[in-house]
């Protein structure tokens, strides 16, 4: 009549495929969610977890259902404690409309709209989902490997300093009530009576034998109480640690930043649009990433962020002078055997004609045989990007950097007219699939 | 042996919490004894799987069912149950049962041996009953073929995204379970005559009208137009072939949709099946629970009362059971709706104490059973011919009402105030046990919408009605999307209007 069968050695992750299909319906709307979020984002929040909202169009299962808010309805319920026939009773305010209210949720989205807060980490890696360091430059490295100590549950052995005395406390509780351990109270209910009953000048035949039933109980309860230690080593319980190995590896990155007159503040802004992304990426990569200010007009020197995007400077512009700084900076910090260096340069294309031969000389010796990745950003703002729309109408810098480009693979120059765009460009620098594209 | 078995005061099946086969075999084999011999219980064979709370999760996020096909909103319903169960917001179920022949019941291997007597009590006996015995299962669900039917589904919908993509079965999942609940069948449906049947008919009746004919009828004066009339007679024609109006929509689109092809024709006929299995556990709810909580109660008595547990599993027992059948006041935090279990539990009680020690108010209230002392048998009538909305019109009694202390609140949305209907006494038993059977009731459970009107012959669109029940329209955004959902169905225009049946009025019209 009756079977029994063990299941638990069936294959487990029988809901794996469903839960795939599941994350990978659900993947595209964070994606949509995560690029939205980044776009409106100020450079100084990058910290802390996003709350991410998935939109419920391709999650939700819509169903008929009965608009609560409508109409008229019955509900009976337990526990009436002073209600008469006739009684009104105040509507609660909206939120609990009897039913649990939970049906719509603030946006109407109804209740399958999903909300859930992705960390810091796990926006990221969707975010630079499909992004890569180029590993064309594969040089010195360094790669120091760095212990870092992660818990790791609870141990029965470990050094007294590790002691979990909660854990261990709980154990001897739970062992000392399971095994009866007599608590000090009785012990001393106990001595209390036969104090009492030895103080009795004279006693009967039973209160004799009392005490010596009490004394035996005594006894016996002494013995039990040594047997059955308040602290066993039983109970001890020690947090636990692991090593974990963690590569450590560094990189700096460099920001050039033309700030003469004719950088206006949307130029500005798209750059530092493109710095912080560049930054973000780059912390995914190496545990510590340094970055160097250099801001220029016909002098460069190096500046703190603050001053960096928001002081301005009046001059001409000489590209070249930033790029020095830049190659003095390294000379004296940052030993390229030791670093990874990168450096991204803004500017509007503006630059004195004569120094283009310059900074091609600076960069082609100097600066892009050490450099991990160099990439030029041109920011237009839009109206100047609709009067030349074609591409032949460029800049002389980008001309003399566009050489350059050909010939050396960890180079590139991309254009930026709007915020829209900067993601793309960025995305597009570090492609995953960007050698084959140069291939 | 023999001498053993005279005894009332038996060993103890067991001591301790851990469980092995052998106990649970010995267990099920006392408890069969009582449940068969004792309470007379007619079950199906069971077959119990133990599990793990992985598994358990797999299975809840599969609506309990052993297998079903593949569709993202299982992983859906996965991910969430996971989630809320790994931050311990809420438990797992203690056993799943399936209606199926063998019975499947589930039992997860973290429960003691106290628990592992209580879930083969309170399923493999309660609730498989009840699966074999009441009526609504017996004429809506076939226990003999729901696994196997549920295996060619799964393997069908594999094969077909296999040959015409995941996406497109995904896109026909998804509109066919948005339609769910408007995919079952609420009577059974005319048998369709065959064509020798059908030509008998019209012979008949040209019979009996060359019987009836008389010259003078064509002297009458026509009152219609010919050919408004011919477009009624044509409407009409249409609509009983396609048996308009028709509220199993899934049936409908199924049969009748001029753009689907034939294997998501099959997907829809899957998802009906499906729908149409789970369709009286709604309506059962409330009976099914407190069958199976009756049955462990008294099982685990009489365990107790012959000596086969312990006391102190008997009072994990108890303990256990008290917070199933809890029922929270309305004001409580707790509250959320009327408990199933409590509410169904304490019913199967009162009429166990009207059937053995009925009060006057019983036997006024319950003359066909006060006193009978068949409690057992009168129960088993109930399970087996009742559904919640009948049980309750005809046997919650005004001692429970009271017990319950149960009061109706009427709630006018148009008003700021909610009004205290009905209370439990004299004056208001009779009310508040309407109203309450009225909640499990069928027009309230489910929304009345119907394909009303179909133009096959112009632009092939379609009207669905719904008939609003106390002047409930639908949800709006829901309704839109699902709307767009039939469209996609359908392939042409689709309208939804919200219908007050009293005025025949339309209050509100979807799209998507």
Not at chain 1, 280 to 292: A, E, G, H, M, W
Not at chain 2, 173 to 180: K, P, Q, T, Y
Not at chain 2, 240 to 253: A, I, T, V, W
Not at chain 2, 336 to 361: H, Q, V, W
Request: a neutral charge; proline letters at 4%.
């Amino acid at each position: 009549m009756m079977h029994i069968i063990d299941r638990r050695l069936n294959p487990k992750g029988k809901s794996l495929s469903n839960r795939q299909r599941f994350i990978d319906r659900a993947k595209k709307q964070i994606k949509r969610a995560v690029d939205d979020a980044i776009k409106n984002r100020k450079i100084s929040n990058t910290d802390g977890g996003e709350r991410i909202k998935i939109p419920s169009d391709g999650l939700n299962e819509p169903r008929f259902m009965g608009d609560n808010k409508k109409g008229t309805r019955d509900r009976v319920m337990p526990g009436n404690k002073d209600f008469m026939p006739g009684d009104k009773i105040k509507r609660p305010p909206s939120q609990g409309q009897g039913q649990g209210g939970r049906e719509a949720s603030e946006d109407g989205e109804g209740e399958d709209s999903f909300q859930f807060t992705l960390t810091r980490d796990e926006f990221l890696d969707i975010f630079f989902e499909d992004m890569a360091l180029p590993d064309f430059v594969k040089k010195s490295i360094k790669e120091e490997v760095v212990h870092e100590f992660q818990r790791a549950g609870y141990k029965r052995q470990g050094s007294p300093s590790n002691l979990n005395l909660k854990l261990t406390m709980k154990n001897s509780l739970a062992r000392r009530l399971c095994l009866h351990r007599p608590r000090d109270k009785e012990i001393e209910l106990l001595e209390n009576k036969i104090t009492a009953l030895r103080k009795k000048k004279k006693p009967t035949i039973k209160q004799q034998k009392n005490l010596v039933t009490l004394l035996e109980e005594l006894e016996q309860k002494k013995r039990k109480r040594k047997v059955v230690p308040y602290i066993d080593p039983l109970d001890v319980r020690f947090t636990s640690f692991t090593e974990v190995e963690k590569p450590n590896t560094h990189a700096v990155m460099f920001c050039l930043m033309d700030v003469s007159g004719s950088m206006g503040e949307i130029h500005k802004e798209l750059a530092k649009r493109f710095f912080m992304l560049l930054h973000l990426f780059l912390t995914r990569q190496y545990s510590k990433v340094d970055v160097v200010f250099i801001r220029h007009t016909h002098l460069a020197s190096e500046v703190d962020e603050e001053t960096f995007f928001h002081s301005r400077e009046t001059g001409g512009t000489i590209v070249s002078t930033a790029l020095e700084i830049m190659q003095k900076v390294i000379k004296d910090r940052y030993p390229p055997e030791d670093w990874n260096i990168y450096a991204a340069q803004a500017s509007d294309g503006d630059n004195l004609n004569s120094d283009n031969a310059n900074c091609q000389q600076i960069l082609t010796q100097e600066l892009l045989p050490i450099c991990q990745y160099f990439a030029y950003v041109e920011v237009w703002d839009s109206h100047e990007a609709e009067m030349f729309p074609d591409d032949s109408n460029v800049t002389r810098l980008w001309q003399t950097y566009d050489e350059i480009r050909q010939t050396h693979q960890n180079f590139a120059v991309k254009k930026v007219t709007k915020a829209e765009d900067i993601f793309p460009v960025l995305h597009d620098l570090f492609a995953k699939d960007k050698k084959s594209e140069v291939a | 042996m023999a001498a053993g078995k005279k005894k009332t005061e038996m060993k103890p099946l067991y001591e301790g919490a851990k469980w092995d086969y052998g106990l649970v075999d010995d267990s099920f084999q006392a408890i069969q004894k009582i449940a068969i011999e004792e309470m007379g219980l007619d079950v199906y064979p069971t077959q119990i799987e133990v599990i793990t709370s992985e598994q358990m999760l797999d299975a809840y996020s599969s609506v309990g069912m052993p297998l079903m096909y593949n569709h993202w909103s299982f992983g859906k319903s996965f991910v969430r149950d996971e989630a809320r169960y790994r931050k311990g917001y809420s438990g797992l179920a203690y056993e799943i049962v399936i209606n199926s022949n063998p019975c499947i019941c589930y039992i997860m291997e973290e429960n003691s041996m106290t628990m592992q007597t209580l879930v083969m009590a309170h399923a493999a006996f309660g609730h498989n009953h009840f699966f074999k015995n009441n009526h609504l299962f017996k004429q809506w669900t076939d226990a003999n073929a729901i696994l196997d039917y549920l295996q060619f589904a799964k393997n069908y919908i594999a094969k077909c995204e296999e040959r015409y993509g995941q996406k497109e079965v995904e896109k026909i999942l998804d509109s066919a379970h948005a339609l769910r609940d408007q995919g079952v069948d609420k009577f059974t449906r005319r048998q369709k005559l065959d064509v020798a049947a059908l030509r008998q008919r019209e012979l008949e009746r040209e019979e009996y009208e060359r019987s009836q004919y008389s010259e003078l009828w064509r002297t009458l004066p026509e009152t219609k137009s010919k050919d408004s009339q011919e477009i009624d007679l044509i409407e009409r024609d249409l609509a009983q072939k396609l048996g308009l109006p028709e509220s199993n929509l899934l049936y409908f689109l199924e049969k009748h949709s001029p753009v689907l092809d034939n294997w998501q024709r099959e997907i829809l006929r899957i998802v009906r099946s499906v729908a149409q299995y789970f369709y009286p556990q709604r309506q059962t709810k409330l009976m099914n629970e407190g069958c199976a909580c009756f049955v462990h109660y008294h099982i685990m008595n009489r365990l107790y009362d012959t000596g086969q547990i312990t006391e102190g599993a008997m009072l994990e027992f108890i303990d256990f059971h008290t917070r199933v059948v809890a029922q929270p006041d309305f004001d409580s935090p707790h509250f959320s709706g009327i408990n199933p279990y409590a509410l169904g539990f304490a019913m199967m009680k009162d009429i166990e104490r009207i059937c053995e020690n009925p009060t006057d108010e019983d036997r006024e209230w319950f003359p066909d059973i006060a006193g009978n002392n068949r409690a057992i048998d009168t129960l088993k009538e109930a399970w087996k011919n009742f559904r919640d909305e009948s049980f309750i019109l005809q046997y919650l009694s005004p001692h429970l009402m009271r017990e319950f202390r149960l009061f109706n609140l009427t709630d006018d949305t148009t008003k700021p105030h909610f009004i205290v209907d009905s209370i439990h006494n004299n004056r208001g038993y009779k009310a508040v046990r309407a109203a309450l059977a009225a909640q499990y009731s069928v027009a309230n459970l489910d929304l009345d919408i119907q394909v009303s009107k179909v133009d096959l012959h112009g632009n092939r669109s379609m009207v669905l009605i719904h008939n609003m029940t106390n002047g409930m329209t639908l949800e709006e955004k829901q309704a839109d999307m699902v709307v767009a959902h039939i469209k996609r169905l359908w392939g042409y225009d689709v309208t939804l209007n919200s219908v007050d049946p009293k005025s025949d009025k339309i209050t509100k019209t979807y799209s998507e």
